[in-house]
């Protein structure tokens, strides 16, 4: 349980870079045989670019940090439940497990709105740990929806 909450601390070192850019404060790392492997955050708006998801930059970092497309024995501590686009990619990765600190009951697919990433219809599933962190996680996107509502209310 320490090095979950060790990597899931990293994971939110993730969102904070995030949120320093008025980005939706998001972070991710890829764990693998104990070694982060690959970090992500949250650059929508500052890349321009719909595929900027914590999960996908981290993936990709991933696969390339081993050479391969598949991430298996890999787990994933992300932030926030992950989106459609998002937990599609860690299936079609093989990521052996995705530990989550917030759900997502508007838009989350690990159980908020579908589970995408425990569907027996699929040729691969993903072992899931929801809320691990829950408050931690919450509340840098509480804080970050406050500041922007304040800011547009100005």
């Not at 914590?54 to 926030?80: F, H, N, P, Q």
């Not at 459609?84 to 508007?106: D, E, H, L, T, W």
């Amino acid at each position: 349980m320490d090095l979950d909450k060790k990597y899931m601390k990293e994971a939110l070192r993730q969102a904070r870079k995030a949120y320093a850019l008025e980005e939706v404060p998001i972070g991710c790392v890829i764990v693998y045989e104990g070694q982060i492997i690959a970090r992500g955050y949250n650059r929508r708006n500052s890349d321009k670019n719909t595929l900027s998801h914590a999960e996908i930059i981290a993936i990709r970092k991933a696969s390339k940090k081993l050479g391969d497309w598949r991430l298996e024995g890999c787990t994933m501590y992300v932030t926030l439940e992950p989106c459609q686009m998002c937990a599609g990619a860690i299936v079609q990765s093989r990521m052996s497990q995705v530990v989550i600190g917030s759900m997502n009951p508007k838009a989350g697919c690990a159980g908020s709105v579908i589970n995408l990433l425990e569907m027996q219809e699929f040729n691969h599933q993903v072992l899931v740990t929801r809320g691990f962190m829950e408050e931690e996680c919450s509340q840098i996107l509480k804080n970050f929806f406050k500041e922007l509502r304040e800011k547009k209310k100005k």
